[in-house]
T-cell receptor, first 116, second 114 residues
């Protein structure tokens, strides 16, 4: 079956512009996560969705970042007034309904954002 | 917040050699995870450890959950070129309940020369 897909795969934008990054999770996965990966760094948690609700937005770096999820499926991460420090790979992951222990998170290939 | 110290940052080895990397923390965790990320892809879970002292294998990969619960090790035996990638350790929050919020180490970049 299809894995997590993200689009675009690459995005180059000018400082000050808004960007939207899209994530299509694996069908049937109730949880969805966004992470940011900067060069030479590990993954930084941004936000978590359970269904369409975001119980934890604590990782969003500033109010320029927002995300939504509709229909318990597709999610969009929006960055307004982009800054050069926003340049990174944005990774989306999804996981099935929890059973026990830590849910395995299945990652998409990421969107590489470059802000000029 | 939680911080993981992962080492080494990078390794350059010859095909057939064994590899060892580790993650340490000043905090105690109940779960340790190891992921591999190949170029242009997202991380993929390799091994999950849930019990202190646990030793788990997945093919040529072996990971151990340190007895102090503050560290974990990943070993790769008889490396092959397709082992190339970045290996990350990761942990959920110490308080539990919010297992989704993983903290990742900065990764070990592995290069294997054929």
């Amino acid at each position: 079956g299809a894995g997590v897909s993200q689009s675009p795969s690459n995005k180059v934008t000018e400082k000050g512009k808004d960007v939207e990054l899209r994530c299509d999770p694996i069908s049937g996965h109730t949880a969805l996560y966004w992470y940011r990966q900067s060069l030479g760094q590990g993954l930084e948690f941004l936000i978590y969705f359970q269904g369409n609700s975001a119980p934890d937005k604590s990782g969003l770096p500033s109010d320029r970042f927002s995300a939504e999820r509709t229909g318990g499926s597709v999610s969009t991460l929006t960055i307004q007034r982009t800054q050069q420090e926003d340049s990174a790979v944005y990774l989306c992951a999804s996981s099935p309904p929890a059973i026990a222990g830590v849910n395995e998170q299945f990652f998409g290939p990421g969107t590489r954002l470059t802000v000029l | 917040g939680q911080q993981l110290n992962q080492s080494p940052q990078s390794m350059f080895i010859q095909e057939g050699e064994d590899v060892s990397m580790n993650c340490t923390s000043s905090s105690i965790f109940n779960t340790w995870l190891w992921y591999k990320q190949e170029p242009g892809e997202g991380p993929v879970l390799l091994i999950a450890l849930y019990k202190a002292g646990e030793l788990t294998s997945n093919g040529r990969l072996t990971a151990q959950f340190g007895i102090t619960r503050k560290d974990s090790f990943l070993n790769i035996s008889a490396s092959i070129p397709s082992d190339v990638g970045i290996y990350f350790c990761a942990v959920p929050p110490r308080s539990g309940g919010s297992n989704y919020k993983l903290t990742f180490g900065k990764g070990t970049l592995l290069t294997v020369n054929p």
